[in-house]
């Protein structure tokens, strides 16, 4: 079967650094997406990554390797508004989206 | 405002009402979703369409119908619901299915609550 694994929940300072992981099985491998949903909202887009490596977007990065069927999303300078979960997402060969149950950040002063 | 709207925002219904929930977007994409969200679970992709056309029915059951008149709205309607499909319906759109990075531009939500 097809299975998306992050942890439930994560806490951090304000001003630190968190690194979010997302390890993935799935019938093939067509990009992998994070996104951010605060409670009561909609999800919207991070980030896309489809080849190994590093995608830097301001204070948020996302890291992929294929071969590891592993991904992580790096949130730097933490601010109180990035509580919300973070979700993450892979298309398989059929371009369907494979959802992890995503991680809820919570953020301390 | 992600250009995806969804009506009504909450919604609660007895297990023998029948009930539609609304989607629009404005975003001219020609895909459109509906995803269940319940607590601690991954979203379900329940129905896609493509120009207008069902592709994907992930098994839905017979009291969950969808229909999509055109590009941009989106129902989904509800009939003798049970108490376990309580949750957040999420409606989204992309430009297409396949190909490019095609994010997914969700709506609001409709949360949803059977009594």
């Known amino acids: 079967g097809q299975n998306i694994d992050q942890p439930t929940e994560m806490t951090a300072t304000e001003g630190a650094i968190v690194q979010i992981n997302c390890t993935y099985q799935?019938?093939?491998?067509?990009?992998l997406f994070w996104y951010q949903q605060h409670a009561g909202e909609a999800p919207t887009f991070l980030s896309y990554?489809?080849l190994d490596g590093l995608e830097e977007k301001g204070r948020f990065s996302s890291f992929l390797s294929r071969s590891k069927g592993y991904s992580y999303l790096l949130l730097k300078e933490l601010q109180m508004k990035d509580s919300a979960s973070y979700l993450c997402?892979?298309?398989?060969?059929?371009?369907?989206?494979?959802w992890g149950a995503g991680t809820k950040l919570i953020i301390k002063p | 405002e992600t250009g995806v709207t969804q009506t009504p925002r909450h919604l609660v219904m007895g297990m023998t009402n029948k009930k539609s929930l609304k989607c629009e977007q404005h975003?001219?994409?020609?895909?459109m979703y509906w995803y269940k969200q319940s607590a601690k679970k991954p979203l379900e992709l329940m129905f896609v369409?493509?120009?207008?056309?069902?592709?994907e029915n992930n098994s839905v059951p017979s009291r969950f119908s969808p229909e999509c008149p055109n590009s941009s709205h989106l129902f989904l309607h509800l009939h003798t619901l049970q108490p376990e499909d309580s949750a957040l319906y999420l409606c989204?759109?992309?430009?297409?299915?396949?190909?490019?990075?095609?994010?997914?531009?969700f709506g609001p939500g409709t949360r949803l609550t059977v009594t």
């Open positions: 975003l001219g994409h020609n895909a």
């Open positions: 989204a759109s992309s430009p297409g299915l396949a190909g490019e990075s095609y994010e997914q531009y």
């Open positions: 369409y493509n120009f207008k056309e069902q592709t």
């Open positions: 799935t019938s093939g491998f067509n990009g």
């Open positions: 990554n489809v």
């Open positions: 997402a892979v298309r398989d060969s059929n371009y369907q989206l494979i």
